[in-house]
């Protein structure tokens, strides 16, 4: 059994994840596509209906993956280009935006709704949140700095990676994380006691 099935269908799945994501309009046709692709295909390998059925996280089970995902995207690209303004850093875009929209594709097959909250799926059992969402953009075609970013970004990842397009994820990641913990009433990453 497949963790996902490519879905390339034009159908409304892909109209809404158009409409939805933040930042299509910074990437190539081609680019934009293959992001459109990758939603779609596991969303419609996934048990929900609705984009805003996708939970961001089991420790944050009414954030919707969606806001998180447009949350991490915006403040992505606005800290690319104070590093872009002050440090003289070069924006990939291509790369850039693929790595901030797609760093989460893999979320809607690793949890899922129960009624005293979210949990996890078998799949989050076999294989770590991110590898998962990495083996479909590799399969898609996407370059291995987005492919190996995605892989390695997690938190508990083993380690991460060094390129420009991954730090930016990381504080982006943090900082969108940190808000859906707090609108959660729950202490933010940033203040977990160092282990």
Known sequence: MSAYVIDRTSNS??????????????????????IVTAWVSTWSSSPYQHL????????????????????????????????????????DYDVLMSILILHDVDKPLMYTREADGVGYS???????????????????????????TVATHAGNAPFHGTNFEAYVLHYGD?????RAMMLEGKRPFYQKPAK
């Not at 799945?13 to 293959?34: F, I, Q, T, Y």
């Open 52 to 91: 805003s059925e996708m939970p961001f996280s089991p420790q944050a089970p009414t954030y919707r993956l969606e806001w998180h995902v447009n949350d991490v995207t915006r403040t992505g690209v606005d800290l690319a280009r104070r590093a872009a303004a002050d440090w003289g850093a070069e924006i």
């Open 122 to 148: 078998q799949l989050s059992r076999e294989l770590p949140h991110g590898v998962v969402g990495a083996m479909l953009l590799k399969e898609l075609g996407f370059p291995h700095s987005v492919v190996a």
């Open 174 to 178: 943090y900082f969108a994380a940190d």
């Open 13 to 34: 799945r892909r109209d809404a994840v158009e409409g939805w994501l933040w930042g299509l309009d910074l990437v190539s046709p081609a680019v934009r596509e293959k």
